[in-house]
């Protein structure tokens, strides 16, 4: 997919404005996804629930504002400090909440480069919307699902949290799964 999009990009594709909306909505969502697997790799690794308890700066014990909790925003602003004792707060957040956000952005901009490689010119939300046609919607969210759990693999790996056999396969299968949806919807590859 994403080599593809390399290739397809060099090749005439023009973004509509409403794709572009679509891939600008795909990042703050990867955000704000981000931004949660952010809180399950610090709390998971020490047993602690994800849903429950606002985010407290470890240094100085403050909650956290709603303001500053914005995804990528709330660091910048803050400068990577937190805004009661000063402490630093890793760009690893940061980071980890962009890079999120590019990475469903990115599969966006290559479901819109794939429909309109089949000569569509219909934008995304359009196909969805108005002509019931969800396939490149069920892609996209399937491949960034699968995107998304590897990353909080990764993350929880990197908080030193031993995953369980069980969980290790049941991830896997969740992945393996989530990717053939992806592919089964690649509109190129359909012909
Ligand atoms: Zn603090």
Redesign the pocket.
Known sequence: MWLAAVWLSGSGFSMRWEDGGFVAAAFVIGAIVGSFLNVVAYRVPAGRSVVSGRSA?P????PVRARDNIPVLGWLLLRGR??????AIPATYAVVEAGCGLALAALATAEAIAWQATGSSIPLIDRAFVLGDYRWLLGWAAGGAATLTIVAWGLLARAGHVVTRRTALLATALVAALLAVAGWFWPLWGG
């Open positions: 700066c240094a100085c014990g403050q937190c805004r009661d004792c000063g402490m």
